[in-house]
């Protein structure tokens, strides 16, 4: 996943659960600066993965923003979802066999003996 496509993922899934959420914070809940929040946040509106909807509290002055996600949004956040899940699955098994073989490693060293010399045990 590049960092591109890591930034939408999280701005998505911190969209569908908190489309009431500002800019900033946004920004503070996926960890990116409140200038590239507004980058990746406009991306994905002009992609129509994201629109907006304004709230009048006044008669006067817009006050609230709401972030919605798309049908398009949401399919794009599933893809990206199935993406990184498969991918932490291919980590967590390179991991796995990694570790099989460290520990087999490990218990040949535990059923090797020392050798020992004029000054007591010593590596071989």
């Known amino acids: 996943m590049t960092p591109e496509e890591q930034a939408s993922f999280r701005l998505l ?13 946004l920004a503070q809940a996926v960890g990116l600066s409140l200038g590239r929040t ?3 946040l406009r991306a994905l509106i002009e992609k129509g ?12 002055k817009v006050n609230k923003t709401a972030y ?6 949401l399919h794009h956040r599933l893809m990206l ?19 099989a073989a460290l520990l087999a490693e490990e ?11 004029f000054g007591g045990p010593t590596q071989q």
């Open 38 to 40: 507004n980058y990746v």
């Open 81 to 99: 979802t199935r993406n990184y899940i498969n991918r932490k699955k291919q980590e967590y098994a390179a991991l796995e066999s990694e570790l």
């Open 68 to 73: 919605i996600l798309t049908p398009a949004g």
């Open 13 to 25: 899934r911190a969209l569908q659960q908190h489309p009431e959420y500002s800019q900033r914070e």
């Open 107 to 117: 218990g040949e060293g535990a059923r090797s003996k020392p050798v020992t010399g």
């Open 49 to 60: 993965w994201v629109k907006i909807d304004r709230f009048m509290q006044s008669t006067e």
